[in-house]
T-cell receptor, first 113, second 114 residues
Framework: GENVEQHPSTLSVQEGDSAVIKCTYSDSASNYFPWYKQELGKGPQLIIDIRSNVGEKKDQRIAVTLNKTAKHFSLHITETQPEDSAVYFCAASPPPGYSTLTFGKGTMLLVSP | EPEVTQTPSHQVTQMGQEVILRCVPISNHLYFYWYRQILGQKVEFLVSFYNNEISEKSEIFDDQFSVERPDGSNFTLKIRSTKLEDSAMYFC????????????FGNGTRLTVT
């Protein structure tokens, strides 16, 4: 089955800096890659996703890149703010499942003012 | 914005007892899921449910687990005889059924088995 590795496990940045979180996946058939943000006491919330027919997607300060050949994808957050502090999870979904996701272990991002 | 709600937020039970975790998915959603997260570990898929039956399940979802949609709004996860290793955060999620439509997660139920 699919295996998703995520690095780093913790990431501390200063407000205004960029943050990059990287994930690799094992199943070359996976074709959907969402990123979730989990704040303390809450469930994961989707922040951005990318499908395998696209190499990059951007939404304001957040971008995701996908390299299918290398089987890795990354989350980029620019101009970080303290409210970006949370745990971020990457995930991968192989067909044919309807959003059956395999998650990475999570990255705790701490943005210091 | 509609959201998935889960109750209770924290459940403490003794080993061997049955527990039922409850979820109210978003009202027009058609696919329902349970995931769990053992402390410090990955969020893991348990089961998906569509049209009143299980559509997929993981190896974790063995005979001690069952799911049910007892009425038009609730979606439940039952653990028949809890073990210490069932202690985890259990997340319910739902989606509207379009291919690759995003999952909307609830805030979770923390299950502690003593």
């Amino acid at each position: 089955g699919e295996n998703v590795e995520q690095h780093p496990s913790t990431l501390s940045v200063q407000e205004g800096d960029s943050a990059v979180i990287k994930c690799t996946y094992s199943d070359s058939a996976s074709n959907y890659f969402p990123w979730y943000k989990q704040e303390l006491g809450k469930g994961p919330q989707l922040i951005i996703d990318i499908r395998s027919n696209v190499g990059e997607k951007k939404d304001q300060r957040i971008a995701v890149t996908l390299n299918k050949t290398a089987k890795h994808f990354s989350l980029h957050i620019t101009e970080t703010q303290p409210e970006d502090s949370a745990v971020y999870f990457c995930a991968a979904s192989p067909p044919p499942g309807y959003s059956t996701l395999t998650f990475g272990k999570g990255t705790m991002l701490l943005v210091s003012p | 914005e509609p959201e998935v709600t889960q109750t209770p937020s924290h459940q403490v039970t003794q080993m061997g007892q049955e527990v039922i975790l409850r979820c109210v998915p978003i009202s027009n959603h058609l696919y329902f899921y349970w995931y769990r997260q053992i402390l410090g570990q990955k969020v893991e898929f348990l089961v998906s449910f569509y049209n009143n039956e299980i559509s997929e399940k993981s190896e974790i979802f063995d005979d001690q687990f069952s799911v049910e949609r007892p009425d038009g709004s609730n979606f439940t996860l039952k653990i028949r005889s809890t073990k210490l290793e069932d202690s985890a955060m259990y997340f319910c999620a739902s989606s509207d059924g379009r291919m690759r439509s995003p999952l909307h997660f609830g805030n979770g139920t923390r299950l502690t088995v003593t």
